[in-house]
């Protein structure tokens, strides 16, 4: 880990250590009345199916459909210093339906969220300095479902080289969330709720808090390649575990789901983006991961996008997973009752995904459909195999106005 | 973390490094219409924004992707 330190401490140098020379980014004269620099909207439809859910030990359907929208707005404006100010604002709302969420509590006609509407705003503020090169932002992003409440607070800071071909970046995360504790209607204790809407009697609000620290270097090679490597170390402490996921011991006892209060991750990604002749581009990201319940990661994905026409492209993918399970970890049944910590989550279980699709993008010079405003319009689609069988698919539109 | 992650990651790190020393030969603002092209973008793209949330749901793995690595529960 020492050797590591170092190599991260010299890649930090080098990424300091920019030429001082003449600054070339003074602008000259610009507007600086606030001004909308870009509308996003996304929508998406993903549907999933499987029979290893962790609400019924690691068996059981896995059924879940989320529509989710999102729309996005991004403001800026330049101030007497020649400052650039960006706001951005983000409003995202999702209906899911969960079969799994469904088995709860079996004995009612609706358990606590077997449908959930998850709504997630955040606002941002950056400012870019030209003389300094640096730019600094915060942010604020909340989050609610049914059971489930977070509020995350990030503060960034990046520094641009002279030549604008590198660049250091820093981003800080707090995210201090708090969840109702619903339990498996079996395994409740006397005059403990249900978490349903109209019962009243008490739930256990238990905290959940994640600290991350994003530390990411990105470089111009060459007029072609673009290459940034990216460190986010990750701590979360306090409830980690899903209380109404339920565990079934070797003895044919029954438990809910319990894993340790703390869990530290370290991924570290690297990402390439090549432009291949005229008409081809190559996106390619490499992740490696590990933390301290054991499980050791790596993804892949590469995408590449042609340029049919300048205005048209098309663009494959494919995105490789695998991961080794956390300690804690077993099948339905498979569990020693000895053991203080235990999991049947497949989503933490020892897996291999394969994600394939293609996405296409239309861009013309005079806006979509000749509206000058509406800058271009998005269609994905990616099908996704999980190695105990789960698949999904997921269909994804973009409209971008600016 | 075992020793051959701790070798596996030292690896990583310099290789990024010699593959970074390169790109201190600058380029010019002029010479990156390639660079600027919006795909070439190293930032996670506005249409992959939920995909990124289904892999954080889906995948014991998170971060370092450019996208939310927690907050929420995804425990559905």
């Known amino acids: 880990m020492k050797k590591l330190t170092v190599t991260v401490a010299l890649m930090l140098t080098c990424g300091l250590g920019w030429a001082q020379t003449k600054n070339e980014e003074e602008p000259s004269y610009e507007a600086r009345q606030l001004k909308v620099e870009e509308v996003n909207i996304v929508s998406s439809y993903y549907h999933q199916e499987g029979n290893n859910s962790a609400v019924t030990g690691g068996i059981g359907t896995e059924k879940l459909t989320d529509y989710a929208n999102s729309f996005d707005l991004v403001l800026s404006k330049l101030d007497r210093k020649n400052r650039q100010h960006t706001f951005t604002a983000d409003f995202n709302i999702d209906y899911y339906t969960s079969a799994s969420s469904d088995k709860i509590d079996p004995l009612t006609i609706s358990s606590a969220s077997k449908s959930d509407v998850h709504v997630y705003p955040s606002l941002s503020w950056r400012v870019r300095n030209p003389r300094t090169r640096t730019t600094m932002g915060i942010g604020y992003s909340f989050s609610t479902e049914y059971d489930y409440t977070s509020n995350g607070f990030t503060a960034q800071w990046a520094k641009n080289s002279v030549d604008n071909n590198r660049e250091l970046s820093l981003r800080a995360s707090i995210f201090l969330d708090t969840w109702q504790a619903i339990l498996p209607a079996e395994l409740r204790p006397s005059n403990y709720g249900s978490g349903a809407e109209n019962d009243r009697v008490r739930v256990d609000e238990k905290p959940r808090n994640s600290y991350n620290l994003a530390v990411s270097l990105s470089q111009v090679v060459n007029k072609r390649l673009h290459l940034m490597v990216i460190a986010e170390p990750s701590f979360q402490q306090g409830l980690l575990s899903t209380p109404y996921h339920r565990v079934y011991f070797t003895d044919g006892s029954l438990t809910t789901e319990r894993l340790p209060g703390t869990r530290l991750k370290l991924p570290i990604g690297v990402r390439a983006n090549y432009f291949y002749g005229d008409r081809m581009i190559v996106r390619a990201f490499y992740r490696f991961y590990a933390d301290d319940w054991r499980m050791v990661a790596h993804t892949a994905n590469l995408e590449v996008p042609v340029k049919i026409t300048p205005f048209l492209s098309v663009s494959p993918f494919y995105r490789f997973h695998t991961q080794t399970a956390v300690q804690y970890f077993r099948a339905y049944g498979q569990h020693n009752p000895t053991l203080l910590y235990h999991t049947s989550d497949y989503d933490i279980g020892a897996i291999t995904t394969h994600f394939v699709g293609a996405g296409v993008r239309i861009a013309p010079p005079g806006g979509i459909m000749g509206l000058r405003h509406w800058n271009s319009l998005e269609l994905r689609y990616g099908h996704y195999v999980r190695s105990t069988g789960m698949t999904a698919n997921i269909l994804t539109l973009l409209v971008k106005v600016k | ?76």
């Open chain 2, 1 to 76: 973390m075992k020793m051959n992650t701790k070798r596996f990651l030292y690896g990583l790190s310099l290789l990024i490094v010699a593959l970074s020393l390169p790109g201190c030969a600058s380029v010019k603002e002029y010479q990156k219409s390639r660079i600027n092209d919006s795909e070439m973008e190293l930032a996670g793209r506005k249409a992959e924004k939920f995909e990124t949330s289904f892999y954080l749901y889906r995948e014991g793995a998170s971060g370092a992707n450019g996208g939310k690595s927690s907050g929420g529960c995804g425990c559905n």
